[in-house]
């Protein structure tokens, strides 16, 4: 697509995590362009994550 995609589980919660620092900001803001694009972008990263749990190596009551 049009975005690059997390390789590691750390790498898409760190997305995550600096997505809501810029959409609180740009609410906070009132700045609604600002908060835009990581909207947009945090469901790719959400669908990303499923996929990354899935190839670590938790234990079930973990994974679940």
Sequence with gaps: GDHDHPETLAEAINELVA????IAEGFAGEDPEVV??????????LE??????KKCELDEDTNN
């Design 48 to 53: 990303d994550v499923e996929a990354l749990v």
């Design 36 to 45: 835009h694009g990581p909207v947009h972008d945090i469901g790719h990263v």
């Design 19 to 22: 997505a809501h620092e810029t």
